[in-house]
């Protein structure tokens, strides 16, 4: 019997799901559900859609409801209700909220007896696991998280609050020169500024005073003013044309020492490539859905994240088949 | 209290161990077990070191034995025989036979009440997670292992062996261009030449002939015949001088599909830059005891790999640390 998927929330993330369940051999999507009018959703597949007022209908026909919304307001709320019907995954990823989101699941998730397993994706996720496993194998040393070259979302939006600003991209960019010394082993110390640059694409409205939006980018406190910030003016059509797709990607580097004084250096990097950000992080929900599952089946209940799961959670090859083809 | 390890076998694994368990605040070593005469072995630490005729009196002051010998002949027999009597780790990496061993271990394991993790490392080991996670998130794609540049010990013996040697070092090095294709997302096909080829450093006897043993070299079935091999003759001392660390590492790279059509490329990539692979290799070990030692706590028993043991089992950080610090 294959594993019955939920969606709730058709942004970038829920459009990832549905184009990329048909992988997973053991997965079937049940139905996408929105807070929209169900009727006015264009999927991009043949699949059912309900309001999200009747998603406990299908309380009995869900074994895994993927929370696909925002980490500003949609899941501190979402999740603690959900996961009191359906295991849940989601993709929380306000680091600064994460335990008091942890806490708050993992009271109803307990109190349904169900599985949640919260900041899901690749960071938090894959990044966090690799930063974890590094960090044990080299428990001395650095830890390097880069991000890029890829489009921002947050720091997207940003620009586009900015009056003046008709839409606008963001490229977060890892200096390369900085890459390269952490992958010497040379153990730098790095500013926000040494880390990363942003490139911003910004098509502005009429009228609006390409001076004063520059300015307003470049100095704007948390997202810009620690970063060299490079801004380009383009028309509506270039940024349509040349901006659309997702791509993402970054590295984690752990330098370390070894040996009785420290006088070895050992590097392990992890690093992501992606042309779709949307889509890479779909593919880690849906495995991580198998996890969320098999553990709702040997009884495991609560929140959960990454470092809680066993790695053969995540596949549905046997055993055997691992020992043989993978190990 | 602290985790009581024990080393069996005292080679460079084992010396590994011992020079980098100072790293692991919640470890003590408690001896060191050799088939020789304990007397004849000089430590680099002040560590107690006893005959493995006497180990089985350690029985209820070891919390976790690690096996330190080769995997042609002393594994096969000791890891069965140990895991009955103590929970287990070793790094089992004769890829044909891992499920004859897992089977072998697990029903002592189990008999024992003891948990047993094999074919722990790198690889065997985190290449094998790094291929298994990436599988599970790109199920569509090519994953691609390299090795190198480093030494590789079994090539290293094969040369030794040949009549006319007197010693010798052999390098595995990826092939460049490739390791760059697969990168690049080309997903080629790569043959065994393709992917490495191997730098050999030879010392001959006296009044041996080069000729002929580079020709034995380079002709030697599965070790070398299918791969481009560069031989250079050198002094003992320039062996000694130049030769004597041992690097290694490597890539696993996951060239995969996403989308509707397949029509993303997405990329992921571990990667290890070993100055000491048995160090290296000996923290590695180290951080699994730990997850051995949780388990064994947890009345879990029998064989395990790599796959089964959740990162969190790894650390000795509170869940409220790594939500903080690592998620």
């Known amino acids: ?62 074994d895994v409801l993927i929370l ?32 008091e989101h942890f806490n708050n699941v993992d009271a109803s998730a307990t109190a349904g007896e169900k599985v949640a397993l919260i900041s899901c994706g690749w960071d938090p996720g894959l990044f966090s696991l690799n930063r974890l496993y590094s960090e044990c194998f080299l428990p001395v040393g650095n830890t390097y998280t880069f991000w890029g070259k890829g489009v921002s979302q947050g720091h ?14 963001q490229y977060t960019i890892p200096v390369e020169e900085s890459v390269a010394k952490v ?61 659309s797709a997702m791509p993402h990607g970054g590295f984690v580097i752990r330098s370390g020492k070894t040996g009785l004084n420290d006088e070895t250096n050992q590097i392990i990097e992890y690093s992501l490539n992606l042309e779709s950000n949307p889509e890479f992080t779909a593919n880690v929900l849906l495995a991580y859905a ?12 609560g929140a959960k994240t990454v470092f809680d799961i066993a790695p053969s959670l995540l596949t549905n090859k046997s055993r055997q088949k691992l020992l043989k083809e993978t190990l």
């Open 156 to 169: 997207s939006d940003a620009i586009r609050r900015i009056p003046g600003v008709k839409d606008a991209k």
């Open 1 to 62: 019997m294959a594993i019955r998927v939920g969606i709730l929330g058709y942004g970038n993330l829920g459009r990832g799901i549905e184009k990329n369940i048909h992988f997973q051999e053991d997965m079937e999507l049940v139905s996408i559900f929105t807070r929209r009018n169900p009727e006015d959703i264009k999927t991009l597949t043949d699949v059912r859609v309900d309001s999200v007022d009747n998603i406990l209908e299908y309380k009995d026909d869900i």
């Open 290 to 301: 198998r996890a969320v599952y098999k553990m709702s089946c040997q009884k495991v209940v």
């Open 68 to 99: 696909c919304g925002g980490s500003a307001t949609d899941l501190p709320e979402q999740t603690p209700i959900y996961s009191k019907y359906f295991n849940v995954i989601d993709s929380f990823d306000t680091h600064a909220r994460i335990e």
């Open 183 to 243: 992958r010497n082993g040379e153990n730098p110390t790095l500013t926000t500024r040494d880390k990363h640059t942003r490139e911003c694409f910004v098509v502005l409205e009429e009228g609006a005073n390409p001076e004063e939006v520059e300015q307003a980018i470049k100095t704007m406190p948390n997202y810009f003013s620690d970063y060299d910030t490079t801004v380009h003016f383009i028309s509506e059509e270039e940024l349509q044309r040349d901006h």
